[in-house]
């Protein structure tokens, strides 16, 4: 945990980076001015500076296996759908005084030891990933992001879905955002909102961060799951899944893949410069099982917007071989003990 000199200096940076967006849901909390917000914008972090999320890749060495594992995503078709493709559906909230705190009834998407039972804030206004409001209606995955200033707390849960009520939730991890997270994360073996155990807003880029013209952070990135290998994880991440069936060639869950520096950003758009520097010097994580490769936040809460400043298919002419593995050292197996410790 950090003293208390360095959490009153992370908060002043987390007002600023949220400020925008509290002001977007009204109402006042956590040292801001309301419900909807985005820590990742310029000016603040979710975790402190040591976090491995924030550690910049561009001079590491490269996995032994690098070209290997490449040549096989290359073999079995690249990114998900072909293309390097960016979902804008994530959405992050902040709780501010007036948001509810709500107990939940956990369905059998929750996990016990990996996933917490903690009551969580849920603001007025906001609304779970790709839905309108709190309702899991479409049976997409339904994340249920909030961050709590006032307690240097980021709530992610799997699977929310608020039916009247009631409030169902799957797996909830609560991350403490005064921590710096070791390779064991919240436990080896441990899942958390996101199938590797890794928290999801921090590897999120906001229209903020991009107008801004800088992504300081690794970025998240799926594939489909017959091309993640089965039954190990390599550090940041701590989990693997049965549905992950990738042969020996294939990188496991926690795998940070760099775009190369010899890959020319020339013909790129703005925005989408920005995002492929950050994947030069950040690199992606392998964080979950899926078609769409690239997740950035929704900007429902955000002051910029994604209109006219990146679209789904701005990156699309970056093709897999143009990424390296990042060597992260040994990979654990996978034995479905989870081994809580946070």
Partial sequence: MLNSTVRSVRGVALSFGLAALLAACGGGG???DGGGGNPSAPGGNYFPNGSVLYQNVSEAPA??????TIGYLDGMGGWGGGELQIDFSIEVLAAGDGAEVREFVPTDDHYSPDC???PVPVPAGGALEGEDGYACQNDGDCHLIVVDEESMSLYEMWRANIDGDTFYGGCLALWDMENVYGPEGRGYNCTSADAAGL???????SAD???AGSIDHAIRFILPNDRIRGGVYVAPGTHSTSAASGDAAAPPFGAR????ADFSLDGLSPGA???AEAMQRYGLILADGGTIALTAQSDRFTAAKWDGLLQPDDL??????????????AMRAYDGDCQRIQ
């Fill in 30 to 32: 956590g040292g801001g």
């Fill in 63 to 68: 996995q032994a296996d690098s070209e290997a």
């Fill in 116 to 118: 917490d039972e903690v």
């Fill in 199 to 205: 928290p999801i807003a921090p590897l999120l880029f």
């Fill in 209 to 211: 961060e991009v107008e």
């Fill in 257 to 260: 893949l760099r775009l190369r």
């Fill in 273 to 275: 410069r920005v995002v």
């Fill in 316 to 329: 699309a002419s970056i093709p897999i071989t143009a990424f390296e593995v990042v060597d992260l050292g």
